[in-house]
Structure formats: structure tokens, C-alpha cells
């Protein structure tokens, strides 16, 4: 039965699915949350659709109306389109569908409110919106947002901007605070708390990683991964120690995002592959962040090919790392 499970799975359109379906239940629940628990209690969350609840409200005060769902969609839109060269258009586009969607739910339901109490709808409400988030991001998407930028500098820096993003919510608590008052601040920044916890306690978020892969089709493992994925990867021949057979060690480094995609393209190349995965805490040397250009892309596949399987004349030998067998 599991291995049936895993079959399925390799299906793109499975996968594709299995990501839409995270997406809508992200969707409904980060809606629910919105109107059951943060509107309700007066409280603001964080990232973009912190500020447009921000904006919606201020409007209100201000006499005019600027809806929250509408905020949301011209907050993050731009920010997708500009950040969308530098990251997995698939994370962009299912990343956008949960804004859109959420944007529409908005305007479609009425949640009613769940509970009178104000350290439960923080409680709570901190804890599902939480869960909103994991479910996106589990599913290979995302809320939109913060996470856009977020991943953006890593990609093109290497460098976590998680501590500017604090600090940005800080400061868009603060001016909610000598708004509204400092009592729903608070109560604000005690939500936001529960839900980053919830958020860490399941789902670490664009870290590097190290990927080591045991395989005995190494030549062709290393083609699809460079045909795909614009990486460095080192090859190393083993031998066995129990069946003393010779096979190959590929190790390579990449961004945690990336590694479902990795397993797959492994796993349908070599079925048998085995794979392995280290969380990469310091990564000193080259990283490379974004996509190139076709001519750029062909003069790296074939650099890193010349590198990694040496010569034409090794390959036809059938060692994939050099050497003879």
C-alpha cells in the first residue's frame, strides 16, 4: 500500500493536486480565522495582510472603505510578480492562488464569531492562524507576503532576513497601537507569538541542506539534476559493505524548498536511490540563487558536466566520477 502511495505520488498531476488542495484549506482556514477570531477581537496579524487589516481600519476610521481582501491582492501581487524570477514559479503561482483565494473568501463567507473571551480568540485564533500558514507551506506554497521577500534575499544573498521581518511587524504593531491602543497591541503581539510557534514547532523554513544520495546510476541521476536544478553536486565512487558492489555517492547542497522537487526527480530516475539529508548550518563558497539565461544555463551544464564526469571517454567507460572500473 505505501509503495502504490509513493508511485502516486511521482504522477506531477498528483502533486499538483495535492498542492492545490493544501492551498484551499489554507485558504478557508486563514479566512475563518480573519473573521471569527482577529476581526472580532480587534487584533492584527502580521506580514501583508497585517497591514491591509491595518489599512481596512484606518479607512474605517477615516470614513471611507478600503476592504481588506483588496488590500491583500495589491500588497502582494507586485511583490510576487517582481520576486517571481528568483523563486520556483510553482511556489509563486500556488503562492498567489492562496492570496486570491483568501482574498475571495473574504468577500464570499461570514464566519461567525466562536468565542466572547479575548485570551481565547488570541489563543486560538493564534494557533489556527498557525496552522493556515504550515498547511501552505507543507503543500510547497505559502501565504504570500513576507515569505515572497523573504525568500527572495535568501536567494539572491544566502542571508535570512527573518529578524527585518520581526522588526518591520514591530513596527506596524506599533502604529496599530497608538491607534487603536496598546491593549489590543498586546493582545496582537501574544497572537503573533502562538502562531510563529506553531509555525517553528512544525515547518523549518528556507534553510540550506545537504543531500546525500547513494546510487548506482550515477551518470544519469547527475544529468537530470543539472538539467533541472542549477547546483553544484560531487560524485564519489563506494563500494558496498555488505553486498561489496560498487556504486556512487553524490553529495549537493540546496535550499530546503527545493528538496521535495530533488526526491522526486531522484526517485524517478533511480527508484532504488537512497537519499539523505543533513540541515546545513553554515554554507561558505558559491550558491547559485536564481535561474539564468538559456545561453548561461547551457554553458553551465556543460562546465559542471566537464567537471563532474570528466570526459566523454570516462562516461563511455561507465564510471561517472573518473577512473577506470
Not at 228 to 255: D, N, P, Q
Not at 296 to 315: A, F, M, P, S, W
Request: with cysteine.
Amino acid at each position: 500500500m505505501l509503495e502504490r502511495w509513493k508511485n502516486i505520488k511521482k504522477d506531477i498531476r498528483v502533486r499538483y493536486t495535492i498542492t492545490l488542495f493544501a492551498v484551499i484549506i489554507s485558504a478557508v482556514l486563514q479566512t475563518y480565522v480573519i473573521q471569527a477570531f482577529i476581526n472580532p477581537a480587534g487584533l492584527l496579524s502580521g506580514g501583508f495582510t497585517g497591514i491591509a487589516i491595518l489599512l481596512d481600519r484606518v479607512a474605517e476610521l477615516l470614513g471611507f472603505h478600503f476592504s481588506t481582501s483588496l488590500g491583500m491582492v495589491l500588497l502582494n501581487l507586485p511583490v510576487a510578480i517582481l520576486c517571481s524570477r528568483s523563486i520556483n514559479m510553482k511556489f509563486t503561482v500556488f503562492s498567489l492562488v492562496q492570496v486570491l483565494l483568501t482574498s475571495a473568501l473574504l468577500k464570499i463567507c461570514d464566519f461567525q464569531v466562536m468565542f466572547q473571551d479575548q485570551i481565547l480568540n488570541v489563543l486560538f485564533g493564534g494557533v489556527l492562524m498557525g496552522f493556515s500558514i504550515v498547511i501552505a507551506l507543507r503543500g510547497n506554497a505559502s501565504t504570500g507576503g513576507t515569505d515572497f521577500i523573504a525568500l527572495y534575499v535568501s536567494n539572491k544573498t544566502g542571508k535570512s532576513i527573518w529578524g527585518y521581518v520581526f522588526a518591520g511587524n514591530v513596527l506596524i504593531l506599533s502604529i496599530f497601537g497608538l491607534i487603536f491602543g496598546w491593549k489590543y497591541a498586546g493582545y496582537s503581539i501574544l497572537f503573533q507569538f502562538v502562531s510563529t510557534k506553531i509555525i517553528s514547532s512544525f515547518h523549518h523554513r528556507y534553510e540550506r541542506v545537504t543531500l546525500q544520495i547513494t546510487t548506482r546510476k550515477a551518470d544519469e541521476v547527475i544529468r537530470a539534476y543539472v538539467g533541472k536544478f542549477r547546483h553544484g553536486i560531487s560524485c564519489v565512487e563506494a563500494v558496498g559493505g555488505y553486498s561489496r558492489k560498487k556504486m556512487y555517492l553524490l553529495h549537493t547542497v540546496v535550499s530546503s524548498y527545493e528538496v521535495a522537487d530533488i526526491v522526486h526527480l531522484i526517485h524517478e530516475t533511480d527508484e532504488n536511490a537512497i537519499i539523505n539529508e543533513f540541515k546545513t548550518t553554515n554554507f561558505y563558497g558559491k550558491f547559485i540563487r536564481r535561474r539564468s539565461s538559456r545561453r548561461l544555463i547551457l554553458l553551465l551544464h556543460r562546465k559542471v558536466l566537464r567537471i563532474i564526469l570528466c570526459n566523454k571517454k570516462t562516461l563511455r567507460a561507465g564510471s561517472p566520477c573518473g577512473g577506470k572500473e
